[in-house]
């Protein structure tokens, strides 16, 4: 078994040895004993990382990955990008935590982020800085929007994911989850989702007039409907947990149209489609709707270092002093790179490469269209998942897709599994990739899903 001393450079994938090779193993085996069981990763990838570049990372034997997970789509802009490292540590030695005191830095990532909104939004929308993870954003999202409505309800969609956390964990109803913690949400009412490729009324989506926002008009003006007037709408554009499930426009433009109508609050979710990974800034562009609230996280430092936020219309500011505080809402390291970010966003037209590589997806994985496996290939932007299905009795390919990522990653790319069953095998590259890793990754994963197929038959 092969440890590189002096391994290859962090350029493009090279795998040496078995997986977890043994100083993995050694860390892994660690990790073992110390934690418990819900981590994620390493249960489905096998390595121990010591170092990353830009789209790569290397493990502790010296083998190379292109990383197509990226942090779940934190690292927008990559490992170690050095002008956000750069502005880091020039932060480092003047100031790194303030609580929520107005700082230079925090100004200077306040403007950034508003003016990356459409020009009819930016003079409106306020900024509250919540705790560190996504999680803590949407729990704030919906106090603020039940502070401000005075009502108690909410309505979520089916297939989302909100968070772990006790409230979004509620939003999220996953069954899995929700039958260890007991009372996770109350008010709670969850609503077809348009998961047009895997409809949940069994409808044929090219004859289908919009029925899932039609369900919720109903419920909402039938005063026997059994649904109150929530507090707010809260709505991915794009599930990306769920399977990578972009919205239908149609769906989008009467739910936004519904909330307006009856006063409800729309909650926009982009933790994981904000800041440029669907092409635009935030996806609500894409369908042309202004929501009431932006939740915002994983990747507004660009670089890993943790930062979330609500950004809301004014006329829901409702907040009495000190009525939603937390210790780690000044991490000004994240202020630094989040705002060097949107400067570099700028100046290398990112989002511009993210519309050219999701072309390039979309060709590159167009021969899947075919795959006897193969239900649905889908995304947007930076944002893809492929979806897989046993032929033979049409139910999810759980065990497939867990397939074609062990080999994918043997062949030196990780992935990330989703969607119903963990069916759908999901790509989130760095928003900066290049033309030849896309090239690349998109050979290892063809590759990895013929291999997996033919050991399925």
């Known amino acids: 078994m092969t440890i590189l001393d002096h391994p290859a450079p962090l350029t493009g994938p090279a795998v040496y040895c078995d997986l977890p090779g043994p100083r993995s193993a050694e860390y892994l085996a660690r990790q073992d004993r110390r934690e418990p069981v819900p981590r994620g990763g390493p249960r489905r990838l096998p390595i121990a990382i010591t170092e990353g570049s830009g789209s790569f990372v290397r493990d502790a034997d010296g083998n190379v990955f292109i990383d197509f997970l990226a942090g779940a789509g934190v690292l927008s802009l990559g490992h170690n990008h050095p002008e956000l490292v750069a502005a880091m540590t020039a932060q480092l030695s003047k100031l790194t935590h303030a609580l929520d005191f107005a ?38 999202a919906l106090k603020l929007c039940k502070t401000a409505t005075g009502r108690g309800g909410v309505v979520s969609f089916q297939g989302r994911f909100h968070g772990s956390a006790h409230a979004a964990l509620g939003l999220t109803g996953l069954a899995g989850q929700q039958r260890s913690v007991a009372n996770p949400l109350t008010g709670t009412q969850y609503v077809p989702y348009s998961s047009c490729p895997r409809c949940p009324a069994g409808h044929d989506p090219a004859a289908c007039a919009a029925d899932c926002p039609d369900q919720l008009e109903r419920s909402l003006h039938d005063p026997d409907g059994g649904l109150p007037l929530p507090a707010a709408v809260v709505l991915e554009l794009v599930q990306g947990e769920g399977g990578v499930v972009p919205a239908r426009a149609d769906f989008v433009h009467r739910v936004r149209e519904l909330t307006r109508e009856l006063g409800i609050p729309l909650i926009v979710d982009e933790l994981q489609t904000g800041c440029g990974r669907t092409g635009t800034w935030f996806a609500f562009e894409r369908y042309g709707i202004e929501p009431d609230v932006i939740v915002a996280s994983k990747a507004l430092s660009g670089i890993g270092s943790p930062v979330s936020l609500i950004i809301y219309d004014e006329r829901l500011d409702n907040w009495a002093p000190r009525t939603h505080t937390g210790t780690f809402r000044g991490n000004q390291l ?48 930076l944002m893809w998942g492929i979806e897989l299905t046993d032929p033979r009795t049409g139910a999810p390919a759980s065990e497939l897709a867990l397939a074609v990522q062990n080999h994918a990653l043997r062949r030196g790319l990780i992935l990330e599994l989703g969607g119903r069953g963990d069916s759908v095998v999901r790509l989130l590259p760095p928003l900066n990739v290049t033309a030849d890793v896309v090239r690349t990754a998109a050979g290892i994963l063809l590759a990895a899903l013929d291999t997996a197929t033919r050991e399925a038959r």
């Open 103 to 140: 700082t230079p830095v925090k100004d200077e990532f306040s403007e950034a982020q508003l003016a990356m909104l459409p020009e009819a939004l930016r003079s409106r929308m306020k900024l509250h800085f919540c705790g560190p993870a996504g999680t803590n954003s949407v729990e704030a």
């Open 334 to 381: 994240a202020f630094a790179a989040g705002a060097r970010a949107i400067e570099v966003v700028n100046r290398d037209s990112v989002l511009d490469n993210v519309v050219e590589r999701g072309y390039q997806f979309e060709e590159l994985l167009s021969p899947l269209a075919s795959h006897p496996w193969v239900t649905d290939v889908r995304g947007t932007g």
